[in-house]
């Protein structure tokens, strides 16, 4: 009977981990790029993205279909300021809205998403090597599906980049860990990621880009029990284009689709965000 609990236990731990992650991360794509910028400047960004899934990719990274459509609303908001030289503080607040199709408890539910509370140190001029570091705030209800997979986190990321004419480059390289999360027992393993974009200004005014983002979990742990062919996985192609609407806004779309995964939907989404310039020096 204890070694059913447990199986049970694991089982109901990995569901927990794979029916809530869509191929999107907060951070990953908000937490800003490897040119800091002057001390005082002060951006901010609002968006709305949504994804939709009608299969998911199994424990082998295979298709199956879903029973129905799952959906997600999302709502970030972002802010970054440049405290002094070569140093900048952030955060990024996601306001989620899920279907009950992908959700732990089967219910549609909303609410706020994890807070990530961060900042960036320019190592190297011109943005060819920076710094990330930044904590996952468990506020966003893991039961309802609305937070990250786990508790209380830590990212730390190296970020990179450079402009040649029309054509820029820039990556990062990261990895998080999350401890276990009190309501849901559930941690997931040690996080991974790599991000690449490549962008080319069609015009003056309007850059295009084309962005890669590859993420990894391991195998995680449910109530302390090691839960087996629980890796989550993902990559995802997103294509955007930006366009400055004014000196301080920059208005941005993008289209996003999910490649190859495991223990996560296969999803695609559409996003638009405006970013909007408070402070400038």
């Not at 449910?222 to 930006?242: C, H, I, M, Q």
Request: with cysteine.
């Amino acid at each position: 009977m204890k070694k059913l609990s447990v199986v049970l236990l694991v089982l109901l731990g990995a569901f927990l981990c794979a029916s809530t992650v869509f191929a999107w991360d907060d951070l990953i794509r908000l937490g800003g790029g490897s040119i800091v910028g002057a001390p005082g400047n002060m951006m901010g960004a609002a968006g709305i993205r949504y994804g939709s899934a009608s299969d998911m990719f199994d424990q082998d990274g295979e298709k199956q279909e879903l029973a129905d459509t799952g959906t997600e609303l999302r709502i970030p908001l972002w802010a970054h300021y440049n405290i002094i030289n070569n140093l900048g503080a952030f955060a990024i607040l996601p306001i989620v809205s899920m279907n009950k199709n992908l959700t732990p408890d089967g219910k549609d539910n909303s609410g706020i998403g994890d807070i990530w509370l961060g900042a960036r140190y320019a190592v190297m001029p011109e943005g060819l090597l920076t710094v990330r570091g930044a904590l996952d705030i468990p506020t966003g209800d893991d039961e309802k599906g609305l937070g990250n997979a786990g508790g209380f986190g830590i990212d730390v990321a190296a970020l990179t980049g450079k402009k040649i004419d029309k054509i820029g480059l820039a990556g990062e390289l990261g990895i998080r860990y999350n401890a276990e999360d009190s309501d849901t027992k559930w941690q997931p393993g040690l996080g991974f990621y790599l991000n690449g974009e490549a962008s080319y200004a069609v015009t003056e005014k309007i850059p295009a880009y084309i962005n890669m983002t590859y993420l990894n979990y391991g195998d995680g742990k449910f109530d302390g029990n090691d839960a087996k062919d629980t890796t989550v996985n993902w990559l995802e192609l997103a294509l955007g284009a930006s366009y400055p609407v004014t000196a301080d806004i920059r208005a941005l779309l993008e289209l996003e689709y999910k490649l190859m995964g495991a223990n996560t939907p296969a999803d695609y989404g559409v996003g638009v965000a405006v970013f909007y310039h408070f402070l400038k020096k």
